[in-house]
T-cell receptor, first 117, second 114 residues
């Protein structure tokens, strides 16, 4: 069972370049999330999705875009990379979010370390 | 907006000792989940324990237990008989029933010393 898979694991971008961080899950989870983790800052929510075709902004959405065309995939797009986007990015998924009252939890990918120079 | 505060950036304890990590949160919601996640050097996020707010009984998972004080909005994690493998960053997290976002604290870096 692969769980949540992120690619790539590492990437160096030049300022102004664009790229897409891929995230896919095979657990048929309806909720998916993108976080960034800066040193000493915990995890900040960038975007999230409660199902295919539905996305919403988190705490720090500026400079990013997402799409959710399928249940499995939730790519994160950086259009014009800036040094402030240097961070570790985590994708996560969960089955039912807060509404199920079934002990839901989020499953995380291994993270992508992105450096913008 | 909900917030999660972890007031201890870093802690160190001797192996086999008991350690308590603090977490407070702010919300106007009455129904929600609280979580503790562990992040070892491998970066993988691992669920340690979860608590549903409507349950008065504190959750326990082997050596890990929580002290959930709903009125005080406090959710501390106790690790008993600490082991070297417990060395990691620990994050407290909040998720309300109404809002689907999971909000994390800044984390506490825990060192277990041999």
């Amino acid at each position: 069972n692969a769980g949540v898979t992120q690619t790539p694991k590492f990437r160096i971008l030049k300022i102004g370049q664009s790229m897409t961080l891929q995230c896919t899950q095979d657990m048929n989870h309806n909720y998916m999330y993108w976080y960034r983790q800066d040193p000493g800052m915990g995890l900040k929510l960038i975007y999230y999705s409660v199902g295919a075709g539905i996305t919403d902004k988190g705490e720090v959405p500026n400079g990013y875009n997402v799409s959710r065309s399928t249940t499995e995939d939730f790519p994160l797009r950086l259009e014009l990379a800036a040094p402030s986007q240097t961070s570790v990015y985590f994708c996560a998924s969960s089955y039912s979010g807060a509404l199920a009252r079934d002990g839901t939890e989020a499953f995380f990918g291994q993270g992508t370390r992105l450096t913008v120079v | 907006a909900q917030t999660v505060t972890q007031s201890q950036p870093e802690m160190s304890v001797q192996e086999a000792e008991t350690v308590t990590l603090s977490c407070t949160y702010d919300t106007s919601e009455s129904n929600y989940y609280l979580f503790w996640y562990k992040q070892p050097p491998s970066r993988q996020m691992i669920l340690v324990i979860r608590q549903e707010a409507y349950k008065q009984q504190n959750a326990t998972e082997n050596r890990f237990s929580v002290n959930f004080q709903k009125a005080a909005k406090s959710f501390s994690l106790k690790i008993s008989d600490s082991q070297l493998g417990d060395t990691a960053m620990y994050f407290c997290a909040f998720m309300s029933y109404r809002d689907d976002k999971i909000i994390f604290g800044k984390g506490t870096r825990l060192h277990i010393l041999p």
